[in-house]
Nanobody
Framework: QVQLVESGGGLVQAGGSLRLSCAAS????????MGWFRQAPGKEREFVSA?????????FYAEFAKGRFTISRDNAKNTVYLQMNSLKPEDTAAYYC????????????????WGQGTQVTVSS
């Protein structure tokens, strides 16, 4: 069984920063990629960012995240981070960490394991 534990959400003013963390654990843990998704009230869940796990660390970002968010990983700790800068009120959402064990052609697809979510609220 794979477990993902997120931390780092909170309340921040517009223009501020937050750093989310997600630690993966499990006896048969195999990681192809880890990513972050978010869901705002009344909206569908959307892809934020992802990073591959083996070989070179390829990173991927949604358009709204480019230039403001940075994803990184610590292989030894099986942990992924999302540094979010220049936050805007429209970034307010529950942020979910996700893990996939096998490769899919689309980086947004294939995530079978999810964290419980951490709330990010950006005030104007």
């Amino acid at each position: 069984q794979v477990q993902l534990v997120e931390s780092g959400g909170g309340l921040v003013q517009a223009g501020g920063s937050l750093r989310l963390s997600c630690a993966a654990s499990g006896r048969t843990l195999r990681i192809n990629a880890m990513g972050w998704f978010r869901q705002a009230p009344g909206k569908e869940r959307e892809f934020v960012s992802a990073i591959t796990w083996s070989g070179g660390d390829s990173t991927f970002y949604a358009e709204f995240a480019k230039g403001r968010f940075t994803i990184s990983r610590d292989n030894a700790k099986n942990t992924v981070y999302l540094q979010m800068n220049s936050l805007k009120p429209e970034d307010t959402a529950a942020y979910y960490c996700a893990l996939r064990s096998v490769w899919y052609s689309q980086i947004q697809h294939g995530y079978g394991y999810w964290g419980q979510g951490t709330q990010v609220t950006v005030s104007s």
